[in-house]
């Protein structure tokens, strides 16, 4: 069973002219570039409108959920119309991702993928309705049942970190439950009471001057609990954080940004309408943001919660914990069948320059996945600054790691007197695959090593050490 990370990076466009796309295919541990392709997805006028007409009928139905209304209340006619839109929106969806187009771009990929591999599939676009679409009803993952799906912005970065950050042996959670009029948040409150290696403090039903711990304060889970929702075409987030105080996300920028740096990883909205927020959290860098798209009743919020927090501390991936949560939700609970997708709401946001932390990483432990990941990350990018910062055993310990065997064997054979030092390296690497040094970077991003210029025996021999200068 392998990891894989596959980003489906769609561009300009529109629903009725088509859009550019990329489709990357990585190893998700060793971060090797598999495969990158490049074309266009086909035009598909009806497709958003499929989705708006699910959207209007789901809403309908949950707005009727939340407001208490029995079973009896909610008519089967309404159900039924909206299974009706889920099954026009899963054709139209699939008739657009099927075109012969788009299979050829993927005719690449298939020989990389297993169908137990776990699977991170990322959609990344600037379009806010490309976020909306349900992407898990693409048949495609009948093949792969272990994916599950993210959104991201384009130009992800690392976050700005403190430099004297260290993970706390407990995971620190500011829970911010905030007005709960018409629902139950007490739940998530015992949920999250209850979670191993975890101090949680509460601010309930703050106003805006008490939320200065998020500013001041180290934490890795911020947790909001109450109403929100999405304006300006779901580009902006508003958050009701006490019955009179409504506030747009963007007010808390500085904040949040400072929190961000003081170690935040994962923020968790269980709350309704969440596309506006992450969408601008992902503007601020944020690692991971898990958010529910539409208006979500009660029970989804709360199960969704339970279920994802107990596997996610029990030693799940942040990917497959969402994944297993809301499989739980539509198997074992009736609201899948009184709001139809109601089960597809809780979507993670992910920044693509940061890898979703284990729940032990979030506690400073460093797990054997993550080791191995490091060291992978450590040798495929190792550059010249960072032999000019070590000292001067290590810079001849990582040369020699760098070039090999066949970089010692070519030394030892040389007629020159005067052998180069391989400390000292005669210019910054180049990009792009060139590789006419060692330690140059080729087209996958990995040094170039034994298959360097420098190397082969048949290379040129360029100069690539101080000692290789004439004098």
């Known amino acids: 069973m392998g990891k894989k990370l596959i ?26 570039l598999l495969v990158e392709t490049e074309g266009r997805l086909p035009p598909a006028p009806n497709l958003y409108q499929s989705y708006t007409n699910w959207q209007s009928s789901y809403r309908s139905l949950a707005i009727s959920l939340r407001l208490g209304a029995t079973s009896a209340q909610v008519t089967n006619v309404a159900i039924s119309q909206c299974q009706d839109y889920i099954e026009s ?30 699977i991170r599939f990322v959609i990344q676009t600037a379009d806010v309705r490309l976020w909306q679409l349900p992407w898990h009803l693409w048949s495609v ?5 272990q994916t599950e ?10 976050p700005n970190r403190s430099s004297d950050f260290n993970y706390p042996p407990k995971v620190r959670i500011l829970a911010i439950l905030g007005d709960r009029r018409g629902i139950d948040i007490e739940r998530d409150r015992r949920v999250l009471n209850g979670l191993p290696n975890a101090e949680v403090v509460f601010l309930d039903q703050p106003n ?5 711990p998020l500013w001041e304060q180290s934490w890795q889970i911020l947790f909001f609990a109450g109403h929100s929702s999405s304006n300006n075409n779901n580009e902006r987030g508003l958050l009701q954080i006490n019955p009179y105080e409504t506030i747009d996300i963007q007010r808390l920028k500085n904040t949040l940004a400072k929190a961000i740096h003081n170690g ?15 969408f601008n959290l992902a503007d601020l860098h944020l690692p991971q943001t898990i958010i529910m798209r539409e208006a979500v009743p009660d029970e989804v919020a709360q199960e969704f919660l339970k279920f994802f927090l107990q596997a996610y501390s029990g030693g799940e991936t942040l990917y497959q914990a969402v994944k297993d949560a809301k499989a739980k939700i539509q198997d074992l609970y009736h609201l899948e069948q009184q709001a139809p997708g109601s089960s597809w709401l809780p979507v993670i946001c992910q920044n693509l320059a940061v890898d979703p932390p284990l729940w032990e990483n979030l506690r400073g432990k460093k797990t054997k996945a993550s080791r191995k990941s490091e060291n992978n990350r450590f040798s495929q990018f190792f550059t010249l600054k960072s032999i ?15 070039t090999g065997f066949t970089l010692l064997q070519k030394f030892s054979l040389s007629s020159s007197s005067s052998s180069p030092d391989i400390s000292k390296p005669i210019r910054n690497p180049l990009k792009g695959g060139l590789c006419e040094c ?29 000692g290789d200068k004439i004098n």
């Open 149 to 158: 799906i993210a959104l991201s912005k384009p130009n992800c970065q690392k």
């Open 438 to 466: 060692p330690y140059d970077i080729d087209k996958a991003g990995r040094l170039c090593g034994g298959k360097s210029s420098y190397i082969r025996p048949s290379g040129n021999q360029p100069v690539c050490y101080v």
């Open 264 to 278: 935040l990883e994962l923020a968790i909205f269980n709350s309704c309408e969440g596309l506006g927020l992450g």
């Open 89 to 118: 929106l899963q054709a139209n969806l699939n008739q657009w991702l099927e075109n012969a187009g788009v299979q050829s771009l993927l005719f690449d990929l298939f020989p990389h993928l297993h169908q137990q591999d776990l």
């Open 141 to 145: 993952w009948h093949r792969y049942p």
């Open 388 to 402: 000019v910062l070590s000292s001067a055993t290590l810079i001849i310990l990582a040369g020699l790691l760098i």
């Open 7 to 32: 980003v489906f990076k769609i561009g300009e466009g529109s629903f009725e002219n088509g859009f550019f796309v990329t489709i990357r295919l990585s190893d998700d541990d060793s971060k090797e």
């Open 208 to 212: 805006l001057a008490e939320l200065t």
